[in-house]
């Protein structure tokens, strides 16, 4: 174990002169830019191995204002584009929630400088993207005048070990193999606790951020007996002590991912997102404020609070797979965190295979529509013309159309004191479905610990559905009364209740069967404050000296996804290296 020397009586276990906490989409490029930069860099990560959210992720990467991709396939694009596009409050989305109109536009400015140079940083440190022309496949709030979605690629075998076989890898394990070839040194399986500020004094009138504490947090699958272990380990700093102090000489950048993980923060925004929502990218990392926290802890402000309760975007997700709880990607048994999965779940190809019901056992809404309005819209704002106000006149506004999480987290009989939770949702369907679709309802394809469900009748299946989730058992009555009325919507041949669209096929032969079916909170749009060097702000808006933020923990910036948070890190990894040691 390396030491090094004890700093005003404080006994510091590591020394770095920039210390990154989180190893996803802003962390690696912050860490990256930082040693660029010449300063000595620990990345410091509470998973086993790196990656975040980042390496589960699609791949799809939104970074345009003139990159060589878009120069090559001749997209005109700018970074002032990029900036007005992006700042441009004339912008609604069908159900009328305004995309853009609440980013702050000097976030906003950094971002659109540095977009371009952050891609041709990404190629210059091994991220490969697919030769295509940049498009908008994949893209939410990316602005409507140009094309500026890029996509990465996974290859099995290509030593890029995925924790699940996703695109995001692609991305990920290349900039993990650079930050270790330049120097980067790794701290896995330490959870940063703390952020260590120097109190004002007369000598320094603003205290600066000198450190972190971190502890031990090794990943013991259930099972198991030694915690998992990291696909690389060059660079690795090797430790099980249980808590350590961290000296930064330079700056500590935060990269911890944001707060939907965290059930009271984010509450703090939407009073309805109750524990029944699982998190997209959990249980691989978990997105749990400590970086907000720790860093209000030393007075650290929030920003841009609006951003995480907007309507739009992909804040909360349809579930994308059915009957496991961890719902949003389809988790592959080959996980090393399959055990914690426990299902890989099964996707449905057409709706009309399936009820959704609430924890009441009523039905809420059209089965058939999906996700809310999470696209750019440039193909419905014809003609757009930039920051005009008029633009609302060629949007096509539909404001029932994107109203699933409305129903589902409406009021009903079992929303009692003290959250008055609208309770997880159930998928519910019969032996002629799985026919269809071709689902197989066995383990590990489904849970049945909690998240699916089987019995020969409906009245049984109401009964047997239970988990922490569920207050208290469904009534039969109200579930064999709610498929008997869809039932007589098939012969009717239309939805009475909720307008599904034709509804074709009964829910009539046994055994039927209840899959979990609750959405998803999926990204965090709203962190701590941050100037154009994504410096961290205080209360008074004051940058506190040696602090700062990228990625998914940073406030201001209503974008969805890895664009926004390796810019964030480029930016904030470049200025951190260039502040002086402290004394
Ligand atoms: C399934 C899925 C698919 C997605 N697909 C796309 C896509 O196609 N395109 C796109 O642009 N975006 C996509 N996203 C979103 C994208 O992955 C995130 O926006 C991005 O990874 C956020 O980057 P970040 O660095 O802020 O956080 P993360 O990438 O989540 O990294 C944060 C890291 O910090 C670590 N950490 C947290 N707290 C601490 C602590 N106290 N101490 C030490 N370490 C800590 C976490 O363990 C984690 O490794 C997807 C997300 C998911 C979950």
């Not at 159900?95 to 702050?104: A, T, V």
């Not at 994308?320 to 719902?327: D, E, G, I, Q, V």
């Not at 239309?494 to 055994?511: E, R, S, W």
């Given at each position: 174990m390396e030491r090094a020397e004890t700093n005003n009586g404080r006994g510091w276990d590591l020394e770095a002169d920039v210390i990154v906490i989180g190893s996803g989409a802003a962390g690696l490029p912050a860490a990256i830019k930082a040693v660029e930069g010449g300063a000595s860099v620990i990345v410091v990560e509470t998973n086993y191995d790196i990656g975040g959210h980042a390496i589960l992720s699609g791949g799809h990467m939104a970074l345009g204002g003139g990159t060589s991709a878009q120069k090559k396939y001749g997209i005109l694009d700018s970074p002032d584009t990029v900036f007005s596009d992006l700042t441009d409050w004339t912008i609604v989305q069908p159900?009328?929630?305004?995309?853009?109109?609440?980013?702050?536009r000097a976030v906003m400015r950094a971002f659109a400088d540095h977009c371009a140079l952050t891609y041709e940083f990404l190629l210059a440190n091994g991220v490969e993207f697919k030769d295509v022309p940049p498009d908008?496949?994949?893209?939410?709030?990316?602005?409507?005048?140009a094309p500026r979605e890029n996509h990465a690629f996974w290859t099995k075998g290509a030593g890029l070990e995925s924790p699940n076989a996703a695109a995001g890898t692609g991305v990920i394990r290349p900039l993990e193999a650079s930050a270790r070839a330049k120097g980067v040194r790794f701290l896995l399986n330490y959870k940063m606790t703390s952020i260590v500020r120097e109190p004002s004094t007369e000598r320094r009138r603003i205290g600066c951020v000198i450190g972190i504490t971190v502890e031990y947090t090794p990943r013991i699958m259930p099972g198991a007996t030694t915690p998992l272990k990291s696909f690389r380990s060059d660079g690795n700093i090797e430790s099980t002590k249980l808590t350590m102090n961290l000296r930064a000489t330079k700056a500590v950048i935060v990269a911890?991912?944001?707060?939907?993980?965290?059930l009271n923060f984010r509450r703090m925004f939407d009073p309805r997102l109750t524990a029944m929502l699982q998190v997209g990218g959990e249980p691989y990392s978990y997105q749990d404020a400590s970086g907000e926290l720790a860093a209000m802890a030393v007075g650290a402000s929030l920003w841009g609070l609006v951003n995480q309760t907007l309507e739009n975007g992909a804040t909360i997700r349809t579930q994308?797979?059915?009957?496991?709880?961890?719902?949003y990607v389809a988790w592959k048994v080959e996980s090393p965190i399959f055990p914690l999965v426990r299902a890989t779940g099964f996707n449905v190809k057409d709706w009309q295979d399936v009820i959704l019901v609430n924890q009441v056992g009523k039905r809420f809404y059209d089965e058939t529509k999906g996700d809310p309005p999470h696209g750019n819209l440039g193909h419905q704002i014809d003609p757009y013309t930039p920051n005009d106000y008029r633009n609302s006149e060629n949007i096509k506004f539909n404001p029932t159309k994107h109203n699933f999480f409305n129903a589902a987290m409406a009021m009903n009989e079992y929303s009692e004191p003290p959250d008055y939770c609208a309770g997880p949702m159930w998928a519910i369907f019969d032996a002629d479905a799985v026919q269809r679709e071709g689902w197989k309802v066995v383990p590990p394809y489904v849970d049945p610990d909690g998240y699916f469900f089987t019995a020969n009748t409906l009245t049984e299946l109401a009964a047997a559905i239970d988990n922490e989730y569920q207050p208290k058992p469904m009534r039969g009555a109200t579930l064999q009364a709610t498929v008997e009325r869809y039932n007589s919507f098939v012969d009717a041949g239309?939805?009475?209740?909720?307008?599904?669209?034709?509804?074709?096929?009964?829910?009539?032969?046994?055994?039927f069967y209840a899959a979990w079916a609750t959405p998803v909170v999926h990204d965090t749009r709203a962190g701590l404050r941050i100037n154009e060097k994504c410096q961290v702000i205080d209360m008074n808006g004051i940058v506190i000296p040696g602090l700062y933020c990228a990625g998914e923990s940073a406030g201001g910036f209503n974008q969805h996804g890895m664009g926004r948070c390796a810019t964030q890190g480029y930016i904030s990894g470049m200025n951190a290296a260039a502040e002086p040691r402290h004394e």
């Open positions: 159900n009328g929630w305004p995309d853009y109109r609440y980013n702050d908008n496949h994949g893209a939410s709030t990316t602005g409507n005048s911890t991912g944001g707060s939907t993980s965290n994308r797979a059915l009957a496991t709880k961890y719902n239309a939805d009475a209740d909720f307008g599904k669209p034709t509804p074709k096929y009964k829910i009539q032969t046994p055994p």
